[in-house]
């Protein structure tokens, strides 16, 4: 799912799904958001500006896989969702609101609202991959609770991350420093990784220290290619049943 302004011909032709996807044998989807007074297309995920709005993109993106799930003949228990910011923010907003039908979220520089923060309590918790950089000036690592951006108040990146490794019940956690493949990015990845020894749900989260609102691999952080890596997570996730937490 695309960013805030973004589309679904921005997500196809800059960060490598449809390659991957030829390559390893997956359907990937890139569906567009609605247009809002300011002809951006958005994912209702509760931004100030879109308070008045009424549009349902959990309906939207869940009848969306049902119907690609039929045509196609997919399993339903291996559908996942990524996006970038915006479409990230949707990531974390289905996992909250729809998470049977989703078997684990890849956000990138995306968050959680304080509304949809404060009420997270999903009957089957989705296994998350993150990427953050810790000097995103958009979607702020420590948050923006004061709403001084006027997106409308969000939880810091440590606090989201922290909340889904504690609905999955992780009961361990483990950091790494990633190599530094490309000195000349003007940042390094931390792998903080929560996981437990009683169950298969994991969190991984790819903090990009120094680095900004981007997609990893593709634009700022070189280091890492977050779209194998995010596929790698979810054929992970798809090797094993969906447990009830």
């Known amino acids: 799912m695309?960013?805030?302004?973004?589309?679904?011909?921005?997500?196809?032709?800059?960060?490598?799904?449809?390659?991957?996807?030829?390559?390893?044998?997956?359907?990937?989807?890139?569906?567009?958001?609605?247009?809002?007074?300011?002809?951006?297309?958005?994912?209702?995920?509760?931004?100030?500006?879109?308070?008045?709005?009424?549009?349902?993109?959990?309906?939207?993106?869940?009848?969306?896989?049902?119907?690609?799930?039929?045509?196609?003949?997919?399993?339903?228990?291996?559908?996942?969702a990524t996006g970038l910011s915006n479409g990230g923010d949707m990531s974390f907003l289905l996992a909250s609101h729809a998470p049977e039908h989703f078997a684990a979220i890849g956000p990138v520089v995306g968050t959680m609202m304080e509304t949809l923060y404060s009420e997270c309590d999903p009957a089957f918790p989705c296994p998350v991959i993150a990427f953050n950089g810790t000097d995103d000036r958009i979607t702020k690592y420590a948050g923006d609770m004061a709403n001084e951006d006027g997106w409308g108040p969000y939880q810091s990146t440590p606090r989201v991350i922290e909340l889904w490794a504690r609905l999955n019940k992780t009961t361990e956690t483990t950091t790494t420093q990633l190599p530094d493949v490309d000195t000349t990015d003007g940042s390094i990845v931390e792998l903080e990784r929560h996981w437990s020894h009683e169950h298969n749900r994991e969190v991984h989260f790819y903090r990009v220290v120094g680095g900004g609102h981007d997609w990893p691999g593709a634009y700022g952080n070189k280091d890492i290619e977050a779209t194998p890596t995010i596929w790698a997570f979810f054929e992970a996730v798809s090797t094993s049943t969906k447990e009830s937490p």
């Open 2 to 80: 695309h960013g805030y302004g973004g589309s679904s011909e921005d997500m196809k032709r800059s960060y490598g799904w449809v390659e991957l996807a030829d390559e390893q044998g997956f359907v990937v989807c890139f569906p567009d958001g609605t247009i809002d007074e300011k002809n951006n297309q958005f994912w209702n995920v509760g931004y100030a500006m879109h308070s008045e709005s009424s549009v349902d993109d959990t309906g939207f993106i869940v009848g969306l896989t049902k119907h690609l799930e039929k045509k196609y003949d997919l399993d339903p228990h291996r559908t996942f």
